[in-house]
């Protein structure tokens, strides 16, 4: 009851005494004991202290499930992957597939026009249109859409290292007037890039092959 009444929590007790006495029984020895003024205060920090454990070891696991999870995906799709061996065809559906969902759509315009703040989807659009269609990077114009704190010329720099088109290639923009006095909260951000080139007959086809497999799923097997 002493080290009760010094503060301890019967955790601390049972270390200190060496004794694996349960909490119950402790419980009931000190029924009468008056804990400090203090006594509060550290329960809620240690309440605080094992919360944060307790989250901290949630965030490991969950990233361990994640990981695993990845990792199985790689593996199940590894031999898929495989037997598409550069099939020209299946890339043209998956080309496809992208323009349909970051593509230009609006019917005034005329040829390819894809725009993403995602370097990944970028290279995949561009990697695909010089499988598919032949073209290369140097053949593409570019333009990047950012906002008023940002500096063209930089982005301008990282768009190209990305794509490997080249900086006379991209067009003059100006910043979104809609951002002014606005400061830029993500520092990774580095613009729209908007990537053009590509024939109206490449565009038309793209726009034709999504047509094509939802005809074919509504009639069904």
């Not at 301890?8 to 004991?33: D, F, H, M, R």
């Not at 005034?108 to 703040?117: E, I």
């Not at 570019?142 to 794509?163: I, M």
Request: proline share 5%.
């Amino acid at each position: 009851m002493a080290l009760r009444g010094e503060g301890k929590t019967y955790s601390e007790i049972q270390k200190t005494i060496g004794v694996k006495i349960p909490k119950s029984t402790l419980s009931n020895w000190c029924t009468a004991v008056i804990l400090p003024a203090w006594y509060q205060e550290k329960i809620d920090a240690l309440n605080k202290e094992n919360s944060s454990k307790a989250l901290r070891t949630a965030h490991a696991a969950n990233r361990i499930k994640r990981e695993q999870l990845l990792d199985g995906f790689l593996r199940a799709n590894t031999t898929a992957f495989d037997a598409i061996n550069f099939n020209k065809d299946v890339y043209k559906i998956i080309l496809s597939i992208l323009h349909l969902g970051e593509g230009a759509k609006w019917k005034s315009h005329s040829g390819l026009m894809l725009g993403s703040t995602d370097p990944n989807i970028i290279k995949l659009y561009i990697g695909l249109l010089a499988v598919c269609y032949g073209i290369q990077p140097r053949q593409l114009k570019c333009r990047v859409g950012h906002r008023a704190d940002q500096s063209l010329g930089q982005l301008q720099r990282y768009w190209s290292n990305v794509t490997a088109i080249p900086l006379e290639n991209f067009y003059k923009s100006i910043p979104d007037p809609r951002t002014v006095g606005k400061p830029t909260r993500h520092r990774d951000y580095m613009g729209v890039c908007v990537i053009m080139g590509g024939s109206t007959t490449i565009q038309l086809e793209l726009e034709m092959i999504p047509a094509l497999i939802l005809e074919k799923i509504e009639k069904g097997p």
